[in-house]
């Protein structure tokens, strides 16, 4: 059986519960997912101070359980934090949810956003999309007005700002794809996605799928 970790870098237990249920949903059979919650974070990440601090977490988080016996890592907060950090700790495929469904998004050049709730992050969304050489491709963020954590604890009110933001994305920008960008948005994101033509992208989802084709190549590998 392999294993499947997902890393929450909010301290939010019921968001690691809701990330592993839609992780779960992606997973092959033969294919268990498992989730760890930082402990000394915000409950939702919204500013970039505290996605620094969240990548401290998930350093610690992962050095306490590096030893088990996972087949894959997927870090579950839209910014990344310490991607590359764990990354280099370990020989086994680590996946951020931005990164994945970034590149996801992309596939065969369309033109792809994001729409989300957290303005303090913009310019880490922004430079993840210039990281990747994503940024020709990249039509911007759109945001839902008022306060992230109070829009997300009204899942109505959640749903219809961010449909709204989705459709600027397509009808003002251009978008070809739209991506849902937060950890804590990946059931909205599964609740959106049939009301738009267009590919609405839930990045744990994506990550979920590029983590499992990753770990696919790496068992060939150890087979040649």
Not at 7 to 22: E, G, L
Not at 25 to 36: F, N, R
């Amino acid at each position: 059986m392999q294993n499947i970790l997902v890393i929450n870098p909010n301290s939010s237990q019921a968001t690691t519960t809701m990330m592993v249920d839609i992780a779960a949903q992606e997973v092959p059979a033969g294919v268990a997912v498992s989730g760890l919650t930082a402990q000394r974070a915000p409950l939702m990440i919204v500013n970039q101070q505290e996605l620094d601090a969240s990548a401290l977490e998930v350093e610690a988080a992962w050095r306490e359980v590096a030893a088990k016996n996972w087949s894959g890592v997927i870090i579950s907060a839209f910014g990344d934090p310490a991607l590359e950090a764990v990354r280099r700790s370990t020989r086994l495929p680590v996946v951020g949810i931005c990164e994945s469904s970034m590149l996801e998004a992309a596939q065969g050049g369309k033109r792809f956003a994001v729409a989300t709730v957290t303005p303090d992050l913009a310019d880490a969304i922004n430079g993840k999309a210039r990281a990747l050489g994503l940024d020709r491709l990249f039509t911007g963020i759109r945001l839902t007005e008022g306060d992230p954590r109070g829009l997300t604890a009204d899942p109505r009110a959640l749903e219809a700002a961010l449909a709204q933001a989705v459709r600027l994305c397509i009808e003002e920008d251009g978008a070809e794809a739209v991506i849902i960008g937060g950890g804590p948005l990946g059931q909205v994101a599964l609740q959106l996605a049939p009301q738009f033509q267009v590919p609405i992208i839930a990045p744990i989802s994506a990550a979920v799928r590029r983590l499992v084709r990753l770990m696919e190549g790496a068992s060939v590998a150890q087979l040649a």
